[in-house]
């Protein structure tokens, strides 16, 4: 029972990963050519011009049970069509949405499957160049109701016009039966991004005033809307649109460049909800609170620098007429105003 329960849970926490749309349905209309020709190449294409072939609705075969469209496998009976072909063509609005494809395949006996002219899978079919005469690997003994199964990777299908094109082989000649249907699905991620790391870090200390705001996050990302704001104590000091220039982003990694913070202060970080997204446009969930991002800047240096060390020594005699002054500090410094007067024989 709590085996029973954990695989539940598995399936639906899996659910909520990935949503899965049905691009092409099991008892699908399709176009069909059932005439024993040699189709060649062209026929795989999107711009093949399918108008003469038969219009039917899947499952498609003959010889067996389950059938909607029975197809010809010619005159004689002991010299049936190797090859059966089909086609159907599908609309994507727009194909970056989905991750990746689950292709249903149900193919007695071998099948080969094509989108948009390339060969994308192959079951019980030989390896290398297929033609209309290139016969299945071995009989299917469940005349078609065994589900083939495949995954294809989000690039496959495009926005736009795509065509599945699917070609169907007897493994002899006087075979029994032909069956095809099949399905396709597309999974799109619905899982928004999350932080995976803030530089500086949450809580850290003696941050510089002038650091950057790195966000690294669980995926690839991309600017939405919104506002990031800077407070310090409390207050808000900057608000800086997420697609302004000094927010920039590479991979999973977003960049603020923010005006110098407030020596000593207490920084929270708030940003808004939607202000980044990934790439399938689920939106990072942002920060709402003064606890999840959170530092303090380094404190003021009041401590002015003193001289160390003075060349040539304080006392010193027989000094070289043409001798530099060099004077080394406690800390690094830089110039001030004023001026250096070198007095003699005072």
Same mark, same amino acid.
């Given at each position: 029972?709590?085996?029973?329960?954990?695989?539940?849970?598995?399936?639906?926490?899996?659910?909520?990963?990935?949503?899965?749309?049905?691009?092409?349905?099991?008892?699908?209309?399709?176009?069909?050519?059932?005439?024993?020709?040699?189709?060649?190449?062209?026929?795989?294409?999107?711009?093949?011009?399918?108008? $003469?072939?038969?219009?039917?609705?899947? *499952?498609?075969?003959? %010889? +067996?049970?389950?059938? /909607? =469209? @029975?197809? &010809?496998? #010619?005159?004689?009976?002991?010299?049936?069509?190797?090859?059966?072909?089909?086609?159907?063509?599908?609309?994507?609005?727009?194909?970056?949405?989905?991750?990746?494809?689950?292709?249903?395949?149900?193919?007695?006996?071998?099948?080969?499957?094509?989108?948009?002219?390339?060969?994308?899978?192959?079951?019980?079919?030989?390896?290398?160049?297929?033609?209309? $005469?290139?016969?299945?690997?071995?009989? *299917?003994?469940?005349? %078609? +109701?065994?589900?083939? /199964? =495949? @995954?294809? &990777?989000? #690039?496959?299908?495009?926005?736009?016009?795509?065509?599945?094109?699917?070609?169907?082989?007897?493994?002899?000649?006087?075979?029994?039966?032909?069956?095809?249907?099949?399905?396709?699905?597309?999974?799109?991620?619905?899982?928004?991004?999350?932080?995976?790391?803030?530089?500086?870090?949450?809580?850290?200390?003696?941050?510089?005033?002038?650091?950057?705001?790195?966000?690294?996050?669980?995926?690839?990302?991309?600017?939405?809307?919104?506002?990031?704001?800077?407070?310090?104590?409390?207050?808000?000091?900057?608000?800086?649109?997420?697609?302004?220039?000094?927010?920039?982003?590479?991979?999973?990694?977003?960049?603020?460049?923010?005006?110098?913070?407030?020596?000593?202060?207490?920084?929270?970080?708030?940003?808004?909800?939607?202000?980044?997204?990934?790439?399938?446009?689920?939106?990072?969930?942002?920060?709402?609170?003064?606890?999840?991002?959170?530092?303090?800047?380094?404190?003021?240096?009041?401590?002015?620098?003193?001289?160390?060390?003075?060349?040539?020594?304080?006392?010193?005699?027989?000094?070289?007429?043409?001798?530099?002054?060099?004077?080394?500090?406690?800390?690094?410094?830089?110039?001030?105003?004023?001026?250096?007067?070198?007095?003699?024989?005072?």
């Amino acid at each position: 029972m709590k085996n029973s329960l954990l695989l539940v849970t598995l399936l639906l926490f899996s659910c909520l990963l990935t949503a899965q749309t049905t691009l092409i349905n099991y008892n699908s209309s399709w176009k069909y050519l059932a005439n024993g020709s040699n189709q060649g190449t062209a026929w795989r294409a999107i711009a093949f011009n399918d108008a $003469t072939w038969s219009t039917g609705t899947a *499952a498609f075969g003959y %010889g +067996t049970s389950g059938i /909607t =469209t @029975t197809v &010809s496998y #010619g005159s004689n009976s002991k010299k049936k069509y190797i090859t059966t072909y089909f086609r159907k063509s599908i609309s994507i609005a727009d194909a970056s949405l989905y991750s990746s494809f689950t292709l249903n395949l149900k193919r007695d006996d071998g099948a080969v499957v094509y989108i948009n002219g390339t060969e994308r899978y192959r079951s019980n079919m030989p390896t290398g160049t297929i033609s209309y $005469t290139t016969k299945a690997s071995s009989e *299917a003994t469940d005349n %078609g +109701t065994a589900v083939q /199964t =495949t @995954t294809l &990777s989000g #690039g496959n299908l495009v926005t736009g016009t795509n065509v599945i094109a699917v070609e169907i082989h007897q493994f002899a000649n006087g075979g029994p039966d032909l069956f095809f249907e099949l399905q396709l699905n597309g999974a799109s991620d619905v899982t928004p991004p999350t932080i995976s790391n803030f530089s500086p870090a949450d809580n850290s200390t003696n941050v510089s005033n002038t650091a950057n705001l790195v966000l690294t996050f669980s995926e690839n990302i991309q600017k939405g809307t919104g506002n990031i704001l800077i407070k310090e104590g409390g207050v808000t000091t900057q608000t800086i649109d997420v697609t302004s220039a000094i927010v920039t982003v590479s991979g999973n990694t977003a960049t603020i460049n923010p005006a110098d913070f407030s020596f000593g202060a207490d920084v929270n970080i708030e940003i808004s909800a939607g202000a980044f997204k990934d790439l399938f446009n689920n939106n990072y969930a942002g920060i709402a609170n003064a606890t999840t991002w959170n530092f303090s800047v380094i404190a003021p240096d009041l401590t002015p620098p003193t001289v160390t060390t003075y060349s040539p020594t304080d006392n010193a005699t027989l000094v070289s007429n043409s001798t530099n002054l060099v004077l080394t500090f406690s800390e690094n410094i830089q110039k001030g105003v004023g001026n250096i007067l070198v007095k003699e024989g005072c």
